[in-house]
């Protein structure tokens, strides 16, 4: 851990599902991700890591443990209270960009910040320096269709920092991508870890996850202890 303090801590988190039999997914899950490290939480199909970053997300809440969000206990939180946390702590990147077709690029940067209750303008100008700083200043007027899967990524990537979130959430962030695009969106998260932000990303690819800092690995719901970095 990079620092002392925590940004994430679960503590026992387990989710089951209702069924006949019911199904236990997550089993006495343990993580603690520190401010400014970035984290693969690596594993194989099946393994539990999209529960993983649902719970994570606050997409979806654990049937056992406890989540504790920059020291926030998220099961004392109502629903309104939910969305506040994930519109203005957590940044997410979908493997599948999620950008609106229909928006240019600075305009789909920009409902990052959407749900903060920013001025349109200061969306405007914190797109403006996202982009600069992913390298697509020069694309801020092009549609998505015309960029390249590496170049929505970096959007998406721009898009989910808006918010400067406590923490950024990327599920299978490369895999959509080509080998050198996959390289150059590993390469910015390893520089927006260098300057300071907090990365948990879900992988299962060991490859990718050797680019993090800290790898930890899920199997069949539970986190079997080994930490890489």
Do not use: C, W
Not at 37 to 61: Q, R, Y
Not at 77 to 83: L, S
């Amino acid at each position: 851990m990079s620092t002392s303090t925590a940004v994430i801590e679960l503590s026992g988190i387990g989710r089951r599902f209702a069924g006949d039999p019911p199904v236990d997914v997550l089993h006495d899950v343990d993580l603690t991700i520190g401010a400014g490290e970035f984290v693969a939480i690596v594993g194989p199909s099946g393994s539990g890591k999209s529960t993983l970053l649902n719970i994570l997300g606050l997409l979806d809440s654990p049937t056992a443990g406890r989540y504790l969000l920059d020291g926030i206990d998220t099961a004392t939180v109502n629903h309104r209270g939910r969305a506040r946390l994930r519109a203005g702590r957590l940044g997410f990147v979908f493997q599948a960009f999620q950008l609106l077709p229909q928006l240019t690029v600075r305009e789909n940067v920009s409902l990052g910040g959407l749900y903060l209750g920013l001025s349109l303008r200061e969306r405007g100008r914190r797109a403006d320096v996202l982009l600069d700083r992913v390298g697509l200043g020069h694309r801020r007027d092009a549609r998505p269709a015309t960029l390249s899967g590496g170049e929505r990524q970096r959007v998406a990537i721009a898009r989910a920092l808006v918010a400067d979130p406590s923490v950024l959430l990327a599920d299978e962030p490369t895999g959509n991508l080509d080998t050198a695009s996959a390289a150059a969106v590993l390469t910015l998260f390893a520089e927006l870890h260098t300057e300071g932000a907090t990365i948990a990303m879900i992988t299962h690819d060991p490859g990718v996850a050797d680019r993090a800092a800290r790898s930890v690995r899920i199997v069949d719901g539970r986190v079997d202890g080994r930490v890489d970095g």
